[in-house]
């Protein structure tokens, strides 16, 4: 379990969202490794260059 006052964001990036996906994984990673539901999340979707921004986005 993650401390929540140490994450309070998570941002991930997703080239091609499809099937199970499309409902923002970044959200769905974020629960399942035990963040708590106070925890943001989102998920990047830029073509070639999802990661890079996720990145950028948390810098």
Do not use: K, W
């Not at 399942?32 to 070639?48: C, K, M, N």
């Amino acid at each position: 379990m993650h401390e929540a006052v140490i994450v309070d964001n998570v941002i991930t990036g997703c080239v091609s969202p499809a099937g199970e996906q499309t409902f923002n994984i970044g959200r769905n990673e974020a629960l399942g490794a035990g963040f708590p539901e106070s925890a943001q999340a989102s998920t990047i979707d830029r073509q070639f260059g999802s990661s890079q921004q996720a990145t950028h986005v948390a810098a």
